[in-house]
């Protein structure tokens, strides 16, 4: 194994190429939804995986990359994977535009259909390897931290009648099941496409609180804070992936719920870690 600063990296395959590859994995990007500066997020997170993506199809590669559940914006149009719903997608943030920018580039030019390029679209992610990533880190990590600091957990409130505080709705996916899908698009010859990586359940931010709750063998306590001004416009209520077109591509493997998701992350790896912070 080795490591490159993207920079570093992004010269490198551009004077070299990518010979010898096989299979190129590529999940960086800026995934702030706060971002906005545009200019950043386009070069980053959609010219930087063309270039790459190009490399490794020159190379002969087989290209997987992370798109973004972000990409489905409000949730108007369902959040259905396939390729007649795509260009019809409206993000609500700068870094959903910039991935749904490479998609319907990857789209337009064919890459999907010609099979060796493929686009995951990772709903809410949480688990372990994420400490270093400040705001960005799931609410799994904030609510343990807080818990362990002042005994609650706090939630934004809901600025929409149909949904109360803490009902709020996401398709939480444990890290584990994120990267056994990834490895078998990398590892078999699954058609290439966009594919949801999600559950197909919507949970509340109240059953993340509770499951995280429960995995420390405490009684919930949570209090609802005002969501910033900025976010209210942009914040998605409620996602759910369609997972219809991942099992048909052969994925079969259940996901973990979010009750033994949590559980796992909570037990095995953010307890262990804060008990060796306090030795």
């Known amino acids: 194994a080795d490591y490159l600063d993207k920079v570093e990296f992004r010269a490198r395959f551009r004077s070299e190429g990518l010979a010898g590859a096989q299979v190129v994995y590529h ?11 545009a200019g950043y997020l386009m070069d980053n997170n959609t010219r930087y995986t063309r270039e790459l993506c190009e490399a490794a199809l020159a190379a002969g590669a087989r290209f997987v990359y992370a798109s973004s559940g972000a990409t489905y914006g409000d949730g ?4 259905d994977d396939a390729d007649s719903v795509t260009p ?5 943030n700068m870094y959903g535009y910039s991935k749904q920018a490479f998609d319907l580039w990857a789209l337009d030019a064919g890459l999907y259909a010609a ?5 995951l679209k990772y709903f809410n992610v949480y688990g372990p390897g994420e400490d270093h990533k400040g705001e960005m880190r799931s609410v799994v990590h904030k609510a343990f931290q807080q818990i362990r600091a002042r005994g609650s957990v706090q ?34 010859a699954a058609p290439g496409g966009l594919y949801n990586v999600g559950t197909g359940r919507a949970r509340t931010w109240i059953d993340l609180a509770r499951a995280v709750f429960a995995a420390l063998g405490e009684e919930p306590a949570i209090e609802f804070i005002a969501m910033p001004e900025a976010l209210r416009a942009k914040y998605q209520y409620e996602t759910c992936a369609t997972t219809a ?3 048909a591509a052969g994925y079969a493997a259940a996901f973990h719920t979010l009750e033994a998701g949590v559980a796992d992350y909570v037990g095995k790896h953010l307890l262990p870690a804060a008990a060796r912070e306090e030795a």
């Open 76 to 79: 108007a149009l369902g959040y």
């Open 245 to 247: 077109k991942l099992r």
């Open 155 to 188: 939630l934004f409130r809901s600025y929409r009648e149909e949904y109360a505080d803490g009902e709020q709705r996401r398709d939480f996916v444990y890290v584990a099941d994120a990267v056994a899908v990834t490895r078998f698009f990398g590892e078999t």
């Open 88 to 92: 019809r997608l409206a993000p609500l």
């Open 27 to 37: 999940l960086g990007a800026c995934s702030s939804t706060s971002e906005l500066d």
């Open 115 to 119: 099979g060796r390029v493929v686009g």
